[in-house]
């Protein structure tokens, strides 16, 4: 396996763009449809009383696992009476280590990294992936960068592939900034097409808002999953992008 396929998605809690309607069977039939070997998710809902009661689809990283055959990580973040929801990683691959970080900088928002390990069948290297979802004011959002650099540079080594994707709400896009001149870690769309992808609102994309950023790793092929059935299935749309190992010279 020369390349593997990365997809980060914001689930909406399985809930249409509206919250009206709970979808994680059609979301689940469409992610089977883009094969993704690693799948970012953030908005996952582990529990939730009322609507796992009345609907398929919950724990919904369990839910999704079982129905894609993927190994699956759960970092919860936030908790409340009824239930609650954090990030997710698939993988297709074994999931050799698992560790959800706080991100949270205000009592409103309650946020998470979580970091598993992957070894992806026949690389030389296992692969660091961080899946997180950032907050909405650009000021919370810059202490959760410095939160993120630290845990980058104490828990993962300088020469480990890594993806770091999710929803980084930045619609200011600082990230890049922030991101490669502290770890190296370039964003994939913009590597390969000059700038980032736009992913929200799903039915007329206009913001910015979810990255796929890399280290160590080349950029193959990139895509926003745009169009039916994606646009009615989250308010955010799909990013995939094919990477491969960082020739050595």
Not at 89 to 113: C, K, M, W, Y
Not at 125 to 139: D, S, T
Not at 237 to 249: I, T
């Amino acid at each position: 396996m020369n390349s593997i396929s990365v997809v980060t998605y914001n689930l909406h809690k399985g809930m249409s763009p509206l919250g009206r309607r709970a979808l994680m069977p059609e979301i689940a039939g469409a992610l089977q449809g883009l094969d993704p070997d690693v799948l970012f998710l953030q908005e996952v809902q582990g529990r939730h009383l009322g609507r796992e009661q009345q609907h398929r689809g919950w724990p919904q990283h369990d839910f999704l696992a079982g129905q894609l055959t993927r190994h699956a990580s759960y970092g919860m973040n936030a908790r409340y009476d009824h239930g609650h929801h954090g990030n997710a990683v698939l993988s297709r691959f074994p999931i050799a280590a698992t560790a959800n970080h706080d991100l949270t900088v205000n009592r409103l928002e309650q946020r998470g990294l979580l970091h598993t390990l992957i070894q992806p069948q026949g690389w030389s290297q296992p692969v660091a992936c961080l899946c997180g979802h950032f907050n909405l004011l650009a000021r919370d959002r810059r202490r959760q960068y410095q939160v993120l650099l630290r845990y980058i540079r104490q828990h993962i080594p300088a020469d480990m592939p890594l993806i770091l994707a999710g929803d980084f709400n930045d619609w200011q896009r600082e990230a890049d900034e922030h991101l490669k001149a502290a770890t190296g870690l370039t964003e994939a769309f913009v590597s390969h097409t000059g700038r980032h992808a736009r992913s929200f609102p799903a039915r007329l994309p206009l913001l910015s808002l979810d990255r796929i950023y890399l280290r160590g790793l080349e950029v193959e092929s990139v895509a926003v999953c745009h169009g039916q059935p994606w646009s009615h299935l989250s308010d955010h749309l799909p990013l995939q992008a094919r990477v491969r190992l960082r020739s050595r010279h």
